[in-house]
């Protein structure tokens, strides 16, 4: 197993573009979280889904953002409408639900956003 | 609504000393505790994490202490090598849906 993998590891838009953001978890992990990281900021909770269950969402997740995990595997972040605003390294992570691990979420390096 | 600080963003130490990185936090149902590592251009990794049954965790060379009554947790890393030059996260959970991050810390350990 590779480790929770992001794809694009970059992405750069024009404002009022829409964009998606993949998140493949580490297999066997049925918990997946999305943050949102600036500049000097630690990450942000944005979402949480247990399998294909979206059980948490920031009130930071405006409309124009929408996550899903279709098949309780990888998931989906996509930003409608771009803004200049939502320029940030968006992560995602990924923990099991028993076992000693299930309090520690495994990182991916995240998709840098850059809106011009 | 900054529910989990780290006020010190930045702290340098001299390699084979320790470094004591704090955290502090203003919920009190927190539940779990956690510390991340991030090198540039990676994902944050775990490296302690403590209940909050606990006062006290230890792995190696790291030791989180968590003080309750005045919400606030630290790390200790004894001794520092320059391989632990990363910015350091502190978060904490009440429960498992939600997780809240500090803005970290940026740890310098010079040879």
């Known amino acids: 197993d590779t480790g929770v993998s992001q794809d694009p590891r970059h992405k750069i838009t024009k404002r009022g573009q829409n964009v998606t953001f993949r998140c493949d978890p580490i297999s066997e992990h049925n918990r997946l979280y999305w943050y949102r990281q600036t500049l000097g900021q630690g990450p942000e909770f944005l979402t949480y889904f247990q399998n294909e269950a979206q059980l948490e969402k920031s009130r930071l997740l405006s409309d124009r953002f929408s996550a899903e995990r279709p098949k309780g595997s990888f998931s989906t972040l996509e930003i409608q409408r771009t803004e200049q605003g939502d320029s940030a390294m968006y992560l995602c992570a990924s923990s099991p639900s028993i076992g000693a691990a299930k309090n520690i979420q495994y990182f991916g390096a995240g998709t840098r956003l850059s809106v011009l | 609504d900054q529910q989990v600080k780290q006020n010190s963003p930045s702290l340098s130490v001299q390699e084979g000393r320790i470094s004591i990185l704090n955290c502090d936090y203003t919920n009190s149902m927190f539940d779990y505790f956690l510390w991340y590592k991030k090198y540039p251009a990676e994902g944050p990794t775990f490296l302690i994490s403590?209940?909050?049954?606990?006062d006290k965790n230890e792995d190696g060379r790291f030791t989180v202490f968590l003080n309750k009554s005045a919400k606030h947790l630290s790390l200790h890393i004894v001794p520092s090598q320059p391989g632990d030059s990363a910015v350091y996260f502190c978060?904490?959970?009440?429960?498992?849906?939600?997780?809240?991050f500090g803005s970290g810390t940026k740890l310098n350990v010079k040879p």
């Open positions: 403590i209940s909050s049954i606990k």
């Open positions: 978060a904490a959970s009440e429960g498992f849906n939600k997780f809240y």
